[in-house]
């Protein structure tokens, strides 16, 4: 039987753990396994179990930041994002006046442009695996069993939403793979744009999927 959960990010960037609260009860959900679900097939994420340990308050305590202070750094977060965007934006403009940037844009060759895909889907997928082997750097897993979680948002046009919005990502890239594929006068841009997108669609398994501030539905099995 599901029952009402909620969902909170671990500090530091962790790709691959998630802080379930299930009622009264803690757990610490894997969201990154298994690889072939997550990264390449993320739509089944919601129907699949995920490995979970039960926390005690005390370990919750070691591992997860007060909520308080989180929502503190978020707020000042976003306001230095917004200087620095527009900083940024400014540069790129002065810049783009005094050097012509777009006559280093484009690649004559056809291999180069077939080397610089792969190489950019490799350095994506790389990173995508290094981000998800960051681990708790506690021993508090070694000595608790798993237990299979399945976990979904709680109202079923959150779940629709959810993935449905993998389809942009995975159209975006298709749509780069194929204009270097086809010898559409590919140019740098459109590898920039082919690392950004395939880099979310294969973090969009928990990124999007699992993200917080929703409400969850999960059921605990040993």
């Known amino acids: 039987m599901f029952k009402p959960a909620k969902i909170d ?11 379930l609260k299930v009622e009264n009860e803690w757990y610490l959900m894997d969201v990154d396994r298994p690889i072939i679900i997550t990264y390449f ?16 308050e005390d370990e919750v305590e070691a591992i997860a930041p007060k909520v308080l ?9 976003q306001t230095k994002a917004g200087i620095s965007t527009l900083g940024a934006g400014s ?3 002065l810049l783009g006046r005094a050097f012509p940037i777009e006559d280093y844009l484009y690649f004559s060759s056809h291999l180069l ?3 610089l895909m792969i190489l950019v889907l490799c350095i994506v997928v790389g990173l995508r695996i290094w981000l998800s082997t960051r681990k708790i750097e506690t021993g508090m897993m070694d000595s608790k069993k798993a237990k299979r979680i399945y976990c979904r948002p709680a109202k079923f046009r959150i779940v ?9 990502p995975l159209f975006l890239s298709s749509a780069m793979i194929y204009s ?14 082919l690392f950004v997108t395939s880099f979310i669609y294969l973090a969009s398994g928990n990124l999007v999927l699992y993200a917080s501030g929703d409400d969850y539905k999960a059921k ?3």
Not at 9 to 19: A, E, I, Q, S
């Open 9 to 19: 990010r671990l500090p530091k960037m962790n790709f691959r753990y998630r802080l």
């Open 41 to 56: 097939l993320p739509w089944f994420t919601y129907f699949i179990p995920h490995k979970g340990y039960q926390l005690t």
């Open 69 to 77: 202070k989180r929502d503190k750094n978020i707020l000042s977060t």
């Open 91 to 93: 540069l790129a403009v």
């Open 113 to 115: 442009n077939l080397v």
């Open 160 to 168: 629709l939403r959810n993935l449905l919005l993998l389809i942009v």
């Open 180 to 193: 270097v594929l086809s010898k559409i006068e590919p140019n740098l841009i459109v590898h920039m744009v």
């Open 220 to 222: 605990i099995k040993k």
